[in-house]
């Protein structure tokens, strides 16, 4: 457990515990067989999916991250040149484990679906269908119903032990939550069955059928639509319509597999407030959805090693610094926030030749530039830095107690932010580190 502060009714604080995520703990549990990590955009899904199955790998487990983000972040940052709908061994992979990468390729995994379950006639003429080659493309929903197709499929594999899913922005992952109900609600809609009836009815009922509804489609949504569209839909309608039932079996499967204990959602965040109202948005969605929640990975966390300097102190010795530089004749630059930290006007780094004015004497301004930083500027501007620093640490540590209050039951893991991107297997592994150990910088908590 770990603890937060909350203000009490005397204008004090009192210490709340605050469940602690055990992410070591969850990837050993050989009842967990899949992770899906999910959050809003720019939060680092890719790279905490990644770092998981970095680690799950060289804890003995064998594992396959599946990429939905069209992003080549996670390819790149293990070392595979390029990424698609086969899994792909992960070299360099330290331990007794295996990890294997994937990116969903969206319209792949339908032609697949379509050629395992028709014969190779109906296939041919179901990809070769226009409305087919443009569903499959980029139909609203499709992508989040064949990253399910493609997870079902893994799954029942029974290849590896954890399967680690990386899911688009969190609106679009409630999308990969809701893509079985939308088929459904597709598949049973009054145009489809409307399209479907001729291929039911068969003989001279059924022609007749198809002549009368598809004149009422003409005069109508032909217009709109076009009339040959309408007959690329009802020829793909009519070829697909042994494999519908399918679809809905194996989504209905999936989303039970995605409420089975044997599943567990991490939430992805930043500390900032539009990320962690989106987190909280996403627990109480998948509380309402029976779905099983691990908790929530609070990533990117500033701190700071002097945090017993506070930033009101900070800026007070920053201004009092000042104030005796004055005093003494010296001139203080506090642009951007920042005292005494500048280029003189004369150097090569500033770029351009001493100002001076009609007579060719530089102003006082110029010659207080060209001058060298004193100790006392240096150390005025660092404190204001170090001022900086605490106040955003402050605000993080703010928006975190809102949403720690707001959803106490949560676990949460806070992961220090790293100085720089992570782009291999060294920096995954030490982001798997500081997942697992909790690691929130000093003054953070």
Same mark, same amino acid.
């Given at each position: 457990m770990t603890a937060r502060t909350k203000a009490g009714a005397d204008g004090g604080t009192r210490a709340e515990a605050v469940p602690a995520l055990d992410t070591d703990a969850l990837i050993d549990d050989p009842d967990i067989r899949i992770i899906v990590c999910c959050g809003s955009g720019g939060v680092g899904k890719t790279t905490t999916a990644a770092a998981l199955g970095v680690r799950a790998a060289e804890r003995g487990r064998k594992v396959v991250v599946l990429t939905i983000d069209p =992003?080549?972040?996670?390819?790149?940052?293990?070392?595979?040149?390029?990424?698609?709908?086969?899994?792909?061994?992960?070299?360099?992979? +330290?331990? &007794?484990?295996?990890?294997? =990468?994937?990116?969903?390729?969206?319209?792949?995994?339908?032609?697949?679906?379509?050629?395992?379950?028709?014969?190779?006639?109906?296939?041919?003429?179901?990809? +070769?269908?226009?409305?087919?080659?443009?569903?499959?493309?980029?139909?609203a929903g499709t992508q989040e119903y064949m990253a399910m197709e493609k997870l079902g499929q893994l799954r029942a594999r029974e290849e590896w032990d954890l399967i680690v899913v990386d899911t688009p922005p969190s609106r679009?992952?409630?999308?990969?939550? &809701?893509?079985? $109900?939308?088929?459904?609600?597709?598949?049973?809609?009054?145009?489809?069955?409307? #399209?479907?009836?001729?291929?039911?009815?068969?003989?001279?009922?059924?022609?007749?059928?198809?002549?009368?509804?598809?004149?009422?489609?003409?005069?109508?949504?032909? $217009?709109?639509?076009?009339?040959?569209?309408?007959? &690329?839909?009802?020829?793909?309608?009519?070829?697909?319509?042994?494999?519908?039932?399918?679809?809905r079996t194996r989504a209905d499967a999936t989303y039970k597999l995605l409420q089975a204990p044997g599943t567990a959602f991490l939430v992805v965040a930043t500390p900032e407030r539009d990320a962690l109202r989106e987190a909280a948005y996403f627990v109480e969605r998948l509380a309402a959805e029976n779905m099983p929640l691990a908790g929530l990975v609070l990533n990117r966390v500033h701190g700071s090693e002097a945090a017993r300097l506070s930033a009101?102190?900070?800026?007070?010795?920053?201004?009092?610094?000042?104030?005796?530089? #004055?005093?003494?004749?010296?001139? %203080?630059?506090?642009?951007?926030?920042?005292?005494?930290?500048?280029?003189?006007?004369?150097?090569?780094?500033?770029?351009?030749?001493?100002?001076?004015?009609?007579?060719?004497?530089?102003?006082?301004?110029?010659?207080?530039?060209?001058?060298? %930083?004193?100790?006392?500027?240096?150390? =005025?501007?660092?404190?204001?830095?170090?001022?900086?620093?605490?106040?955003? %640490?402050?605000?993080e540590q703010d928006t975190r107690d809102r949403f720690t209050a707001r959803h106490p039951e949560v676990a949460v893991t806070a992961v220090a932010a790293l100085p720089g991107d992570v782009h291999d297997l060294s920096g995954l592994r030490t982001i798997g580190d500081r997942l697992a150990t909790g690691s929130a910088p000093a003054g953070a908590a």
């Open positions: =992003a080549r972040r996670l390819a790149q940052s293990m070392g595979i040149d390029s990424l698609d709908n086969v899994p792909r061994r992960v070299k360099g992979i +330290e331990g &007794d484990g295996e990890l294997h =990468a994937m990116m969903l390729d969206m319209k792949r995994t339908f032609d697949e679906i379509v050629e395992a379950h028709a014969d190779a006639e109906r296939a041919r003429a179901i990809l +070769e269908n226009p409305f087919y080659q443009s569903l499959s493309a980029g139909f679009s992952a409630l999308d990969f939550l &809701d893509a079985p $109900k939308r088929l459904g609600s597709f598949l049973d809609g009054k145009f489809i069955k409307l #399209l479907m009836a001729p291929a039911k009815m068969g003989g001279r009922a059924g022609m007749k059928f198809l002549n009368v509804g598809m004149s009422m489609m003409t005069g109508t949504l032909g $217009k709109l639509l076009g009339g040959q569209f309408l007959r &690329d839909v009802q020829t793909f309608v009519a070829a697909m319509d042994t494999m519908f039932g399918g679809f009101e102190q900070a800026m007070t010795a920053a201004e009092n610094l000042e104030a005796e530089n #004055l005093e003494n004749g010296g001139i %203080v630059d506090q642009a951007a926030g920042k005292a005494g930290l500048r280029e003189p006007a004369d150097s090569p780094a500033a770029g351009h030749a001493p100002t001076t004015d009609a007579t060719g004497t530089a102003p006082p301004e110029a010659e207080a530039a060209r001058r060298p %930083v004193t100790t006392e500027e240096l150390t =005025a501007g660092l404190l204001r830095l170090h001022a900086e620093r605490m106040q955003m %640490v402050a605000r």
